[in-house]
């Protein structure tokens, strides 16, 4: 015996899967099996009403407010256009900035590297007192 009344079939045109439990997308209000109810599934031309993600300008890293019913892809290039605050000297900045007080040594480090005596700001290689002819206070330089 059959129930013609039941079930409704899949809304994605390669599947027509007749399905006892439809489900129904909240973006487009088609009907879809379990298989195609992901928006990505069923490539929905409506998920960017639902979609809450925060897109990222892919140049100054900021996340830009997008409102109910605009298209992610436009405002994000309106951003690029008009508001994006980057700036591509900022990005060859540079790491090494420590340079080493030894006379002579023309290394830089990364982080600063303090002598404990003299205070001054060396290289790895001359981080020790012997190293660098330490002339700071009168304590042993023995504690290596």
């Known amino acids: 015996m059959e129930l013609p009344g039941l079930g ?17 997308c909240d973006a487009c209000g088609d009907v879809f099996c379990k298989d195609h109810i992901r928006y990505d599934d069923h490539k929905c031309s409506s998920a960017y009403k639902k979609n809450v993600q925060v897109p990222v300008c892919p140049l100054c890293n900021a996340p830009i407010p997008v409102q109910k019913g605009e298209i992610p892809d436009i405002v994000v290039g309106t951003h690029m256009d008009k508001d994006c605050k980057y700036n591509p000297a900022q990005q060859k900045q540079r790491i090494f900035t420590n340079k080493c007080l030894k006379p002579g040594c023309k290394r830089k480090e990364m982080m600063k590297v303090v002598c404990e005596q003299c205070g001054g700001n060396f290289c790895i290689k001359h981080r020790h007192p012997l190293d660098h002819d330490c002339k700071g206070s009168s304590l042993s330089t023995s504690k290596a």
């Open 8 to 24: 409704k079939h899949c809304s994605e045109r390669a599947c027509r899967q007749l399905d006892f439990l439809p489900l129904t």
